[in-house]
């Protein structure tokens, strides 16, 4: 007799690898081959299914570690060869994978700032001018460079911190400095 109670583990492994996959999707975008990686997270929580108390964080952990050892692997691109923007000023001259880095822990930095600090930033850098976020937010045009000054001062604090933190423990969470 045919057992028809449906194969736990077939199916809650299958829903890990959605999910792994949707993040990498989310998280890497198209740096790194996702279905490889996935694969290979997979792979691994195969072999330490019983060993593993929670499978989905492990798994989501792992194959975010292979993405980054992935994009630490990828070729810098020469001096000759780096981003340019349509000025013709150079863009980066980074490695694609200390990019991705750095816009994630500054992206995490930014929801640190005050609301309207955050705000004025990011208006700024989607290439609005000041009457134009002054008019956007509803705040005096004249207080948009001081918020402006203000956030990036803080934000420069925020991801100070956050690197001289990350060196001496890496396996603790970060948090911004508090006020006092």
Known sequence: ????????????YQDIRVQVRVYLRH????????????????ERLYVRWHTVDDPLPWAIAVARNLALDELRKA????????????????????????????????????????????????????????PEIAGITRLAENSIAHYLYEG???????????????QRHPNRSVRPPGKG
């Open 152 to 166: 990036r001062k803080n934000l420069e604090k925020i991801l100070q911190y956050r690197r001289r933190r990350s």
């Open 27 to 42: 998280q890497f975008r198209s740096l790194v081959d996702i279905e490889e990686i996935a694969d290979a997270a997979m």
């Open 75 to 130: 070729p810098v691109a020469r001096l000759e060869e780096e981003i340019v923007n349509s000025n013709g000023t150079l863009v980066s001259g980074l490695g694609v994978a200390d990019q991705q880095l750095r816009v994630t822990a500054i992206l995490q930095s930014l929801h640190a700032l005050p609301r309207s600090q955050y705000t004025v930033i990011v208006l700024a850098a989607l290439g609005f001018s000041n």
């Open 1 to 12: 007799m045919r057992d028809t109670q449906p194969d736990f583990f077939t199916d809650r």
